[in-house]
């Protein structure tokens, strides 16, 4: 081997270890990759809570339809809720093993497809499988949405950016309700259903397309005996139990009274 072709190796070497020493740059807002990101996270956590809650100005109709009390009917919601929970606990650790991008973008692609099933289902066991299905699928960005964010946005607009994905969940969970309320008014659940399962299909594919892939994300083994570790140290805190006892009891406070208060407005007024 020649001089030269030593030099020239010791040259790219040199070159290609400077490259991956140089720091990436964070994400700074009024730039476009900001304007993407923020897009693409505001319109996930649109669709994702407007998949998650969109049967529940409907439980009466479901009621009647399949011929399950206002109790059963609720579980539709119920389960869902119940399956982001417990996926919460599994898809951020998965997350960090394969990366944030794929894991939101498989989660919205799988909670829009199943709710177009739904559309389809003829038995009550059915819409509650794919309910199931959706609320483990949604887990995958509620969990990774804002890790993402913290990771790739500036540090100095971290809290803005959140904001605008927080802000996308909450006009998703209302613009849900509203839109499968009016719709099956108009013409019937599965129709309304479809049109947001649509709606969230292509708000998947969006951000598949215009989320700028992660820069600062570094992967990490799956070890679930590090993930239970960490699960039993937030319940050792004596704090956390209490916080989370509080959130628990108000949200399901707050989602019980909408589960329910539906039956009681489509009486007959003064009954």
């Known amino acids: 081997m020649s001089r030269t072709t030593i030099l020239d190796d010791a040259t790219a070497s040199d070159i290609d270890e400077q490259r991956h020493s140089q720091p990436v740059q964070f994400i700074k807002r009024g730039t476009a990759p900001f304007m993407r990101v923020t897009l693409a996270l505001f319109s996930a956590g649109l669709a994702t809570f407007a998949l998650l809650y969109c049967v529940q100005p409907i439980l009466p109709v479901l009621s009647q339809e399949f011929g399950v009390s206002p109790a059963s009917s609720s579980v539709s919601l119920s389960i869902s809720t119940a399956m982001l929970a417990i996926g919460l606990l599994f898809t951020g650790p998965l997350s960090d093993a394969i990366g944030r991008k794929p894991v939101m973008v498989t989660a919205l692609l799988l909670a829009s497809c199943c709710t177009l099933l739904s559309t389809m289902m003829t038995s ?41 994905y927080i802000s996308g969940n909450s006009i998703g969970g209302m613009s849900g309700r509203l839109l499968s309320g009016v719709m099956t008014d108009f013409f019937n659940w599965r129709i309304a259903l479809a049109a947001i399962g649509c709606f969230a299909l292509a708000s998947a594919l969006m951000f598949w397309k215009i989320l700028p892939a992660s820069q600062h994300f570094r992967p990490t083994s799956l070890r679930p005996k590090t993930l239970f570790i960490n699960f039993r140290l937030h319940w050792r805190d004596r704090g956390l139990p209490l916080l989370f006892a509080e959130g628990f009891l108000l949200m399901g406070a707050f989602v019980t009274l909408f589960n329910y208060i539906g039956y009681r407005l489509m009486l007959s007024p003064g009954n």
Do not use: D, K, N, Q
């Open 124 to 164: 009550w066991h059915g819409i509650l499988i794919m309910r199931a299905l959706i609320g483990l699928s949604l887990s995958g960005v509620a969990a990774v949405g804002m890790t993402y964010l913290s990771e790739e946005i500036h540090p100095s607009f971290v809290a803005f950016s959140m904001g605008l």
